[in-house]
């Protein structure tokens, strides 16, 4: 199985901030890559996939990055509402595998 | 606007059968390009691939359950269902339905909004 791993495992922040979530994959993947949302109580929402398509309905500050083992997901100024944990997940080839999960947190 | 919503037991005793049916609306589950499966999470923890179907039957399981899982469709009814064998503590998780879009590993575009199994005596 190919493993994800995720970085920082947890990061405070304030309204307004530039965050950046860390994504390594422990072989290429190409751009097998999808990012998702998951806020408390709640099922994971899907906010890009393939590395860098947004989702629709997903606001443009989201924004993904990368290929083959380094990805990036960017929020480019942190809403009220964005403060959740955040995974990546690798479909390059199956099983398909989720990382430990990155929580965003107020500052 | 699809949706998909598990249904199920909330607790099941050690070494019992886990059964769970997901019921989809606002679609068909026979759909070609899309795989309809299971994802869990141990409370506090990560996400977890179960498995998955198309609705023509062919069915994918992770390896680490695969001796233990069953996944089912009924297009009837626009429902699948898992069930998972011999389970133990380890099994207490959120489960939520999913539907994975272009191949069986691809992303997961629609979820459920997950049911909590308890594995306990």
């Known amino acids: 199985d190919i493993q994800m791993t995720q970085s920082p495992s947890s990061l405070s922040a304030s309204v307004g901030d530039r965050v950046t979530i860390t994504c390594r994959a422990s072989q290429s993947i190409s751009r097998y890559l999808n990012w998702y949302q998951q806020k408390p109580g709640k099922a994971p929402k899907l906010l890009i996939y393939a590395a860098f398509n947004l989702q629709s309905g997903v606001p443009s500050r989201f924004s993904g990055s990368g290929s083959g083992t380094d990805f990036t997901l960017t929020i480019s100024s942190l809403q009220p509402e964005d403060f959740a944990t955040y995974y990546c997940?690798?479909?390059?080839?199956?099983?398909?595998?989720f990382g430990g999960g990155t929580k965003v947190e107020i500052k | 606007q699809l949706q998909l919503q598990e249904s199920g037991p909330g607790l099941v005793k050690p070494s019992e059968t886990l059964s769970l049916t997901c019921t989809v609306s606002g679609g068909s589950i026979s759909s070609s390009s899309y795989y309809w499966g299971w994802i869990r999470q141990p409370p506090g923890k990560g996400l977890e691939w179960i498995g998955n179907?198309?609705?023509?039957?062919?069915?994918y399981y992770n390896p680490s359950l695969k001796s233990r899982v069953t996944i089912s469709v009924d297009t009837s009814k626009n429902q699948f269902s898992l069930k998972l064998s011999s389970v133990t503590a380890a099994d207490t998780a959120v489960y939520y339905c999913a539907r994975q879009s272009g191949n069986y590993y691809s992303r997961v575009d629609y979820w459920g909004q997950g049911t909590l199994v308890t594995v306990s005596s």
């Open positions: 997940q690798q479909s390059y080839s199956a099983p398909p595998t």
């Open positions: 179907m198309y609705y023509s039957g062919s069915t």
